[in-house]
C-alpha cells in the first residue's frame, strides 16, 4: 500500500468503524488486504458479489448513521456517484497524487471529518481538484 495507509485505517478506527468495498471479487479483495495485512482495520470486505458500491453503502451505513457521518474514500467518479448517491461524504485519492492525498487524508481531512468540518467548502474544493486530475479522454469510456 502506500505510505500512511495503514496510519490512516488506525486513524479511522479509534472512531469510527470502516469497511472495504469494491466491485472487484471478493476472494482477490480478501487475498490483497490479507498480504498487505490491511484487512484488521475494517469490519467487512464486500466485493461485487455482494451488489454495487451505492449498494453497500445503503445497507451497511446508510440506515445506520446520519449523511454526515459516511466517508467515502475512494479513487474514481463511479466512488463519488457512490457517495453521492447516499449523500455521504467523499474523500478522493486523487490519481497521480495517491501519496499526497493519504498525507492530507491523515494530516487534515479525517481530523475535519471527525470534527464536522468537513462537509461544504471543504469538501468541494477537493472534489474539484479530483476531477481536475482525471483523464479528458478516460480509458475506461469508450
Not at 472487484?24 to 458479489?49: C, H, K, S, Y
Request: charged share 25%.
Amino acid at each position: 500500500p502506500f505510505p500512511l495507509v495503514r496510519e490512516c485505517f488506525q486513524k479511522i478506527g479509534e472512531k469510527a468503524d470502516a469497511m472495504c468495498i469494491s466491485q472487484t471479487p471478493v476472494d482477490a479483495l480478501e487475498r490483497e488486504w490479507g498480504e498487505n495485512q490491511l484487512e484488521g482495520f475494517v469490519a467487512m470486505i464486500a466485493g461485487q458479489e455482494m451488489g454495487t458500491k451505492t449498494e453497500h453503502i445503503k445497507y451497511a451505513a446508510a440506515s445506520k448513521y446520519p449523511a454526515q457521518r459516511i466517508l467515502m474514500i475512494g479513487d474514481a467518479p463511479g466512488d463519488f456517484k457512490a457517495a453521492k448517491s447516499n449523500s455521504a461524504l467523499f474523500y478522493p485519492i486523487n490519481p497521480g497524487r495517491e501519496e499526497q492525498s493519504w498525507q492530507r487524508l491523515y494530516d487534515e481531512a479525517l481530523d475535519r471529518f471527525f470534527n464536522e468540518d468537513y462537509a461544504g467548502d471543504y469538501e468541494d474544493s477537493l472534489v474539484a481538484e479530483f476531477n481536475q486530475c482525471l483523464p479528458e479522454n478516460p480509458p475506461w469510456i469508450v
